[in-house]
């Protein structure tokens, strides 16, 4: 009844969200300041849903506060909330409201005391902060643990904003102190807030500098907790009685600063009373409970680790029984104790086989969780279950079960045969669809197996030549050539191989041609006799035809030390002489990475396999009296190197501004100093006249100084910029033109435009048609198509069908995979029925989007006729799905659309590689793509360049942040999370160009 009661009283609140009416403000004013309780509380309740839709109601901060003194608790909650809000914009207001928080962090009610110091620490202005220093010390001796508790996050507010405050005042060792405290509510919460507090005074260390810029002092160091064996006794016997939240507090803090490990009496001790959170239903305690006996399970006897081995392998099995997503954080964090302890569950590995429910992202986790398991009693058990994933549909599980079955064969000699005969009958199994696929992989492995055991599976070798025809990858072609050319007695005629890459030789990639080149030569030094055609021949293409100059270096190399008698045999040596012996390349992390994520078990370190400092500094609370020249939110990308430590920052710093005193004036030593310090905006100038402040700044935080303007000076009219080159736009043959009518002509061929307005009208988009089936694949049926846009902005499907067989085809039927577009086509396909040989039917399948997605790239397609079903797939141009009517001008509408989408839709990916990194350059390229500028921030030198646009009536939010360290990065955010992979590529593809 009370729950029915709650949700019809919060049903009726919604009447506060409704338009806003003249003269309304002056009704809020008037209710807010009678005497009747439930007038002022429906008035707050307005002026709280004004504030939640963006509108303005600043104007009535005296009013609200005047009611911050009432007795009534809901009242009071909610004017703490609307102070809280509004005190940033008005900081000058603020301090109205101070004597009514020291007054009530006196009240009787504790949980209006917590309250009136919880807001006083969240109002982030100068002013008020110094009145807080008193009030907390007071708080944190409070005879009431919930107080107490507030107050220990308190000081870690207090640091993020004025850590000298909180070093003054000895705020830190009082924290210390509070660890001891009876209650377990005041212990977890002390030792959040010490554990935050030493993370950013690390990550501030570094730098030489305290969380708000300023200099670092010995006391902003790391913290030494100085935790002894009495107090990890005293925090365990608070363990059964926290909180979950708190039980992680504590499992992780133990884990990370506790050292002093010499007594092994102690060390067991604190793991037997650890043991009985292996069996919680939390997810996090027992990963945390995982975490602190992986990481002190060393220090304790044989005897003692023997058992506690027996006992962590149930609670790991039980929790790979949970949602996808627990079970991949699970697994990532198992990959670090299998790797320390790899017998710990060599008897489990039936719990990490693959279902056939699991997520892509966690059947791979368990590859290479079963791949760091593998072992000699095991490895039959593994393989066979390997041969069961190869039959599986998904092509990208395919690949890594093929790539792991060679793995398997490398690691373990024993284990060779059984898994050539797995990959043997993976290229002779009878699916037209995934073949090609299986092919590539199985040939690149098998050449390894045979490079590592020579002379033994030399029969697998004349398996792979019968499907030779369905190699069509460059590392599958390149490992087959190499093949021929170190196994040519394995083969009746290997030169009739080599020529068959003869044919397209200056089509085949870099890496093909030298191994091309390598395989003649080798062959002819074993069989001279009736093979110098062949090597003329490619010494040919090579010297002569050739742009690349290591393969024209080494042919010239070759040719000459064939021409040379004596050399000959040295040539022997160097070809076909002995080779390296192949080492496994197992998943493995450098041993200070792995003794870093040990301490940090169960957090976004242990998860990702980084290191805890990589992933960016904490920004700290800005102060209204500083200078706000920085985001307050900013991602910093570290790069590490192979030990797992970052890299040093070589990002350049803004150079500080000096006070000059007027020439001859002498200056004294305060002068001096004080020159060194650039002066406070407030006393170098009157203020200017008030001026708006833009949407974009209060929602990212850099809020200019007042009159100064926010958007960007558009660029100069004569300065010109480089235009972007729309992918495949080259103009096609007359002939092709006359027969193609799908094919973009010479006059029309895409040119990046003008941003579009809302009143113009759409343009239709052609490509040039590609070849999507070829005609030995097809059966003599040959499919050429491209995706295009009308002018209705749909999608269609610009297709020609061929038809190079003996025999008239009908019957045409087609199917879409579902992929990440959502795109999707008819069943039918308008083809001219029958299609005779020899002739051509074009056709445009009109593309709809449904629902369901699959996170597929390209575009799968099945075509069915009279003589079987075949497979083939096309690439979608992303820029298709951007139109005009994503266009949007207002930027507090934009501003309330990216809050509305929330932090859980905002994914954040490095550019990595911008070819004209300026405002300019990157705006005029996206707007011809229907991408639309909205706003530009400068802060520390960087360029932050807001954007939108609409694909597929999916809206896309996007910052673009230009640094000078040329680490540039977008945010974007938006609803269907398949569209991040496909418009990451989309944009680093189109800003390198």
Not at 111 to 140: G, N, Q
Not at 595 to 612: D, I, K
Not at 658 to 676: F, K
Not at 823 to 850: D, F, R
Request: net charge negative; hydrophobic share 35%; glycine share 4%.
């Amino acid at each position: 009844m009370n729950r029915l009661r709650e949700i019809q009283k919060r049903a009726s609140d919604s009447k506060f969200f409704s338009t806003a009416k003249k003269g309304e403000y002056h009704e809020l004013r008037e209710d807010l300041n009678s005497s009747d309780v439930v007038r002022q509380k429906n008035a707050i309740k307005r002026v709280i849903a004004n504030m939640t839709l963006g509108r303005d109601v600043s104007m009535l901060y005296p009013d609200v506060v005047k009611l911050s003194k009432t007795s009534n608790m809901e009242l009071k909650k909610l004017v703490y909330l609307y102070i809280m809000n509004n005190s940033r914009l008005q900081p000058d207001k603020a301090i109205l409201a101070v004597n009514t928080f020291v007054q009530d962090c006196q009240h009787d009610n504790p949980i209006v005391r917590a309250l009136a110091l919880r807001t006083m620490l969240c109002l982030r202005v100068d002013s008020v902060t110094d009145y807080t220093t008193e009030t907390l010390k007071k708080c944190i001796s409070d005879a009431d643990p919930y107080v107490r508790k507030t107050a220990a996050i308190g000081v870690l507010k207090l640091y993020a904003m004025k850590p000298k405050l909180v070093e003054e005042h000895d705020f830190i060792n009082t924290l210390k102190n509070m660890i001891m405290d009876h209650s377990p509510m005041v212990i977890s919460n002390a030792l959040i807030a010490l554990n935050e507090i030493s993370n950013l005074a690390a990550q501030q260390q570094g730098k030489g500098q305290t969380p708000t810029g300023q200099a670092a002092t010995p006391n902003s160091a790391l913290i030494d907790f100085n935790l002894t064996p009495n107090r990890v006794n005293k925090l365990m016997n608070a363990l059964p009685e926290c909180t979950e939240w708190g039980q992680i507090a504590i499992l992780d803090f133990i884990a990370q600063h506790f050292t002093n490990t010499s007594q092994k009496r102690d060390v067991e001790t604190m793991l037997d009373r650890v043991l009985p959170r292996l069996s919680h239903s939390n997810h996090s305690i027992v990963l945390s409970s995982i975490g602190v006996i992986v990481k002190f399970i060393d220090s304790v006897s044989d005897e003692m680790k023997l058992q506690y081995y027996k006992k962590l392998a149930a609670p790991i099995v039980t929790l790979l029984n949970s949602a996808p997503e627990i079970q991949y954080v699970v697994l990532r964090n198992i990959m670090i104790v299998v790797q320390k302890y790899p017998s710990l569950l060599s008897r489990d590995v039936r719990a990490f086989f693959c279902k056939y429910n699991d997520p892509i992202y966690v059947k791979l986790e368990k590859l290479t969780v079963l791949l760091k398991l593998l072992s000699e009693k095991n490895y039959t058990v593994i393989l066979n279950e390997f041969q069961e994933y190869s039959s599986e549909v998904d092509m990208e599980f395919v690949q890594k079960v093929i790539k792991a079955i060679g793995h398997c064969a490398l690691k373990i000699e024993a284990s060779a045969e059984r898994c050539v005969e797995i990959l043997l009958e993976c290229i002779t199994a009878k699916n037209d669809f995934i073949v090609n696929y299986i092919v590539n992989d199985c040939v690149v492995a098998i050449k390894d197996i045979v490079r590592k055991y020579p002379g033994k599976f030399d029969g697998a070798i004349g398996v792979l030549c019968e499907h030779m025809d369905s190699i069509d990858s460059v590392e599958a072609k390149e490992a087959l050539v190499w093949i021929v050319g170190e196994h040519a007695s394995q083969f009746d005629n290997p030169v009739d191989l080599l020529q068959q890459f003869m044919e397209d030789f200056n089509d085949l990639a870099p890496q093909v041609q030298m191994q091309v080149l390598v395989s003649t030569v080798k062959v002819f030094l074993r069989s001279p006799d009736g093979n110098e055609e062949l090597l003329q021949q490619v010494l040919k293409l090579c010297t002569e035809l050739c742009d690349n100059p290591d393969l024209r270096d080494r042919a010239y190399i070759y040719w000459r030390l064939l021409s040379n008698d004596d050399m000959i045999d040295k040539l022997t040596d160097i070809i076909a002489g002995s080779k390296p012996s192949l080492v496994t390349t197992d998943y493995s992390l450098p041993r200070p990475l792995l003794e870093e994520l040990l301490r940090h078990f169960n957090s976004l370190a242990s998860t990702f396999h980084r290191m805890p400092n990589t992933f960016g500094n904490t920004k700290p609370m800005a102060m209204d009296d500083e200078d706000d020249d920085e985001d307050e939110e900013t991602t910093d990308v570290v790069v590490i190197n192979s030990e797992g430590d970052p890299q040093p920052d070589t990002r350049t710093t803004k150079p500080e501004t000096t006070a000059t005193p007027p020439s001859g004036s002498p200056t004294t030593p305060a002068q001096q100093q004080q020159a060194q310090q650039p002066p406070p905006p407030q006393q170098t100038q009157p203020p200017p006249p008030q001026k708006e402040a833009d949407p974009l700044d209060l929602l990212f935080g850099d809020i200019p100084p007042t009159g100064t303007p926010t958007t960007p000076t558009p660029p100069a009219a004569t300065t010109p910029t480089p235009a972007p080159v729309a992918p495949q736009t080259q103009q096609q043959p007359q002939t092709q033109q006359d027969t193609n009518p799908w094919a973009a002509p010479a006059a029309t061929t895409p040119q990046p435009t003008s941003p579009a307005t809302p009143n113009s009208p759409p343009t239709a988009v052609s490509l040039p048609l590609q070849p999507l089936l070829p005609a030995e694949k097809g059966n003599g049926m040959s499919i050429e198509g491209a995706f295009g846009r009308l002018s209705d902005n749909s999608i269609v499907l610009n297709l020609t069908v061929n038809n190079n067989s003996q025999s008239p085809l009908q019957g045409f039927q087609a199917s879409f995979n579902k992929n990440a577009y959502g795109l999707a086509g008819p069943s039918e396909l308008a083809v001219a029925i029958p299609l005779l040989p020899g002739k051509s039917s074009n056709t445009q399948v009109k593309m709809h989007v449904q629902q369901e997605r699959l996170n597929k790239e390209v575009i799968q397609i099945a075509v069915k006729n009279n003589t079987g079903v075949y497979y083939f797939q096309a690439e979608f141009p992303m820029d298709l799905s951007f139109t005009s009517a994503g266009k949007m001008t207002d930027k507090t509408e934009f501003v309330s659309q990216w809050r509305g989408m929330g932090d859980s839709n905002e994914h954040k990916f490095l550019l990595t590689d911008v070819r004209n990194p300026n405002v300019s350059a990157v705006t005029t390229l996206l707007a011809s793509y229907n991408i639309f500028f909205i706003h530009n921030r400068q802060t520390n030198d960087n360029e932050n360049l807001y954007f939108t646009c609409t694909s597929f009536n999916d809206r896309i939010f996007m910052e673009i942040v230009l640094k000078r360290d040329g680490q540039h990065f977008c945010c974007c955010r938006l609803q269907q999370p398949l569209l991040v992979e496909p418009f990451r590529a989309w944009l680093n593809k189109m800003l390198s160009r």
